[in-house]
């Protein structure tokens, strides 16, 4: 777990999938986002 916490965004280390549109984090793929219904939950990159 070591190597995520320099990022300082430990919160969201089990969830790396983000609907762009509203925001929420996901710790699963979802091809539509059940929180706010939008097609964009894409997995964070961490350049
Ligand atoms: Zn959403």
Known sequence: M?????????E???RP???KRCKTAF???YQVC???GGYSV???EWD
Request: some cysteine; hydrophobic content about 25%.
């Open 42 to 44: 894409e997995r964070e």
């Open 27 to 29: 710790s699963v793929q």
């Open 17 to 19: 999938y983000e609907c």
């Open 2 to 10: 070591g190597l995520i916490r320099r990022f300082g965004v430990i």
């Open 34 to 36: 059940p929180e706010c």
């Open 12 to 14: 969201k280390s089990d």
